[in-house]
């Protein structure tokens, strides 16, 4: 195996570690809404809009800044097809 091939392993095995942690926070945080906060949907509501908009990781604790810019870097290094970094944005509600 040549030193590229271990780098972008190492890149992979960090990647899938950052996403793990993300969904596994997701995961129990969507838990702990339905089974002690059913009284509360607007929890479960704020939860949604929270993993829906990355700029808003840091803020509820799916994920550190740090950890977002990094996820960005190796996803960019990772794609072949990629010419620049694509930053996770602050995403908006629809209008109802």
Not at 22 to 27: G, H, N, V, Y
Not at 62 to 88: G, Q, S, T, V
């Amino acid at each position: 195996m040549t030193t590229s091939e271990k780098m972008e392993l190492k890149a992979y095995k960090l990647l899938a570690q950052l996403r793990y942690d993300m969904l596994s926070r997701i995961q129990n945080e969507a838990r702990n809404k339905v089974e002690y906060r059913k009284d509360k949907p607007e929890e479960s509501q704020q939860l949604l809009e929270y993993i829906a908009n990355p700029a808003k990781w840091d803020h509820c604790g799916l994920l550190r800044k740090e950890d977002k810019k990094l996820l960005e870097i190796l996803e960019f290094l990772l794609d072949d097809n990629a010419a620049e970094i694509r930053p996770y944005g602050e995403w908006k509600p629809m209008e109802r």
